[in-house]
């Protein structure tokens, strides 16, 4: 027997006819003796209706307010499924954020989570009694309605799962797991069995929109073992407990699997030489913008003149390059924000033009970031010249570079993504055979 935690997302539970699939799949866990708690989010575009209806009635509306009307979406999914759990003929009750409670911060739609343990709801799961949770949702000290920032169900059913000392948190989604990359972009992309929290987190964070990152770096934190899998389950699927999805788990657990079975521990499918595979996965992210200061002075303070204002903006920038300067003392600086943020770091950076003494700004916005990643890079040599030689060999150009222990990132012409994705999976030798 083991205390599992279940997170369904929206497209899962638009529907009673979905919902009762969920419950079907929740009961299967229960019958093979588990406690159980769930995590749901509300159905598929419910959020964005109800976000709107905020707009709509006041534009400058208060956060405390907006989080009452969206965290409605959770509080009508958990009750629904509590509803139908109930018709299966299993002992279930709805647990909102204030019941449990799940105590947050009052920074209101993107609240954080504080305080968690509910001895209530673990007496009622040790009773046999299945505890269906909002995701989403909390309750600050002040005792008002928060939320978590959209995508927080995730966030939410990691937290349950750290404060109730879960075996395992299995989220359920739309896909069967985290792949080496997109398989809408590349046919041949494998299903991987783990990836580490770290591979994860920078995954999620270039693009790879499986789980909202909080989540990642709460497991990290909290070690937390997560199983991404497919809610699109028929009856004589393999049960979740055989680990059918993808396992986010440490380096150290991922250590110990690959030396006790040292071929294709990490891979589906099984690849040409696996002790070899340095690279876990490609991601790419279309959501950056390049901005490029021209003639910047080439002298002490001149960055800091530029990022500091950028910084207090809270625009957070990414790749950076400073060219080698001229002969006459400038330098032309090029960066990367979230294309979101370009508009304001542009008109930022334009009345700053004097103190930061450039002569001319230009952006582009089509660019798109390829990212690889793989902890296997912390010990061999080589990653990033494979990565810059199989796009050379495709003419891609590379406009800017960065890298982290477990990730090389470049900066291309946003037509050239499909290719770079494919010839980089190609190059690192991830395609299914
Ligand atoms: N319903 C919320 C959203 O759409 C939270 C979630 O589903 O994770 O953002
Ligand atoms: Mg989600």
Redesign the pocket.
């Known amino acids: 027997m083991a205390r599992i935690v279940m997170k369904f997302?929206?497209t899962s539970m638009a529907g009673t006819e979905r919902i009762r699939r969920v419950a079907a799949i929740v009961k299967r866990q229960q019958d093979a003796g588990h406690e159980v708690a769930v995590v749901v989010?509300?159905m598929?575009g419910?959020?964005?209706r109800l976000v709107n209806f905020c707009r709509e009635a006041n534009p400058l509306y208060d956060p405390a307010e907006y989080d009452v009307v969206?965290a409605a979406?959770?509080q009508v999914t958990s009750g629904l499924l509590a509803l139908t759990l109930q018709a299966l003929g299993c002992r279930a009750r709805s647990w909102l954020g204030w019941q449990m409670p799940l105590g947050t911060d009052d920074a209101h739609a993107k609240a954080r989570i504080g305080a968690l343990d509910a001895p209530d709801m673990l007496a009622a799961m040790a009773d046999g009694e299945i505890a269906v949770i909002p995701?989403?949702q909390g309750v600050s000290e002040w005792g008002r309605i928060t939320?978590?920032?959209?995508?927080?169900?995730?966030?939410?059913a990691v937290a349950v799962a750290a404060a109730i000392k879960a075996d395992r948190c299995d989220i359920y989604t739309d896909v069967d797991g985290v792949y080496t990359t997109d398989p809408r972009i590349v046919a041949k992309a494998r299903k991987l069995r783990y990836v580490t929290y770290e591979e994860m987190l920078e995954l999620a964070s270039v693009g790879s929109k499986v789980l909202?990152t909080r989540s990642v770096s709460l497991a990290m934190k909290e070690g937390v073992r997560v199983q991404v899998l497919s809610s699109f389950i028929d009856d004589d699927a393999p049960p979740a407990d055989s680990l059918p999805g993808t396992m986010i788990v440490s380096d150290e657990e991922l250590a110990q699997i690959q030396s006790a079975r040292l071929q294709s521990a990490r891979l589906e499918s099984e690849g040409p030489d696996m002790e070899r595979q340095l690279i876990t996965g490609i991601a790419a992210d279309k959501n950056e913008a390049k901005v490029i200061l021209i003639r910047v002075p080439d002298r002490p303070g001149a960055v800091a003149s530029i990022f500091g204002p950028l910084a207090e903006a809270n625009i957070n920038v990414d790749m950076i390059i400073q060219n080698v300067g001229r002969d006459k003392g400038e330098t032309d600086v090029t960066f990367t924000v979230p294309a979101a943020d370009l508009p304001r770091a542009q008109a930022l950076l334009e009345s700053a033009q004097a103190t930061i003494g450039f002569q001319r700004l230009v952006t582009d916005g089509k660019v798109a970031k390829i990212s690889v990643v793989g902890v296997g890079m912390r010990s061999h040599a080589g990653v990033a010249a494979t990565m810059f030689q199989a796009l050379a060999d495709r003419q891609i150009n590379i406009q800017a570079i960065s890298t982290s222990e477990i990730k090389v990132s470049v900066l291309i012409d946003e037509d050239e993504t499909e290719l770079a994705v494919r010839v980089l999976h190609t190059a690192y030798e991830l395609d299914a055979i």
Do not use: I
Not at 147 to 156: C, F, H, N, V, Y
């Open positions: 997302g929206g989010s509300a598929a419910e959020t964005d969206v979406g959770e995701g989403f939320t978590l920032g959209r995508g927080g169900s995730d966030t939410s909202q």
